[in-house]
């Protein structure tokens, strides 16, 4: 399948094309999926992963191509393997995901990603996604699984209370928040408890947020302008966009 005038643009951009083979699946809840493959070489070509490494995956879409991004999950560079997460829903990239099964291909490029905790490391973690982000979520998890962290989890389906969040009782401080209201509710709850929870000197604090586009928006414009948390302390990346 070619990849349209986008992997003309990702070529430009040096993006690297990958084929990824599935191995097995598992159906972790009714609305979410978890594929395993193979990395067809991305991993050793790139010297192996860092939390939150992402691939842009391409779909079928009515005969045309159609890429999204998704986060590695326990990518093992030494075996040359990982797994995808699906929310599932209604799109291109939840049908593959459905009916995948060993032995299928599916085609990636690696562009974009990227990502460093600030020096010094954080003494604090405050976390606030959704089902779309737990891959990077754990991810990020296992990278400082000593840090104090408070998590915001935002729940569409009542499935999303199963899903498999790597939290360690010790270290860990997670709230669930039912979506309400296009994401106003997770918003007004995690304006109302982050001042507190900040304190007056925000500057050994990390703030990591993914949400829907609008949502993420929202908390990293509060995050920075009106708790002047400093900008390398905050990473927001809207993973997708309210119908």
Known sequence: MGHGWEGVVLKLMRGRDFTFTVTGAEQITEDFRRVHLTDGGLLAATGGAHPTMWVRVWFDRGGRPHQRAYTLVDPDPAAGTFSLEFALHDGAASDWARTAEPGDTIEATLQGTGFELPEPRPARLFVIGDPASLPAINSLLDAVPQTPATLWFETAHTSDEKLPLRLDPDHHTLHRVPRRDRGA??????????????????????????????????????ARKDLAVPKERVHALGYWRAG
């Open 185 to 222: 509710a997770l918003v007004a709850e995690v304006k109302a408890a982050l001042p507190g929870l900040l304190g007056t000197d925000p500057s050994d604090a990390y703030i990591w947020i993914a949400c829907d586009t609008a949502t993420t928006r929202s908390l990293s414009a509060y």
